[in-house]
């Protein structure tokens, strides 16, 4: 019996709280160029004539009862197209060397 220590509830919490911690970085990481929340320019209609935000228009949470499609964030949109184009780019010059053999 040497070896097996005894299981706390402390030891599980711990254990517990790493895993969920863990599994929180892993999701953020594999979500990091997806808008979860996505975020809109404020409108002139929340502002007073002398451009001060109006009394409780602050923030406004709107929910719908679809669903959409994740979208990628303006960074990871032009990240994206710059590859593609570096791609577009080297097939075409690897198209030109075989026709040239």
């Known amino acids: ?17 790493l895993g969920l911690l863990m599994g929180f970085g892993v999701g953020m990481y594999f979500l990091k160029d997806y808008q979860i929340v996505k975020r809109t320019p404020p409108s002139p209609e929340n502002f007073d004539e002398n451009g001060n935000w109006k009394h409780k228009s602050f923030l406004k949470v709107k929910f719908t009862d679809h669903v959409q499609e994740l979208e990628l964030t303006p960074e990871a949109k032009q990240r994206l197209l710059e590859e593609q184009k570096l791609n577009k780019t080297q097939d075409a010059g690897s198209v030109e060397n075989n026709d040239g053999k």
């Open 1 to 17: 019996m040497a070896g097996q220590g005894h299981k706390t509830v402390g030891g599980r919490f711990n254990v517990m709280t």
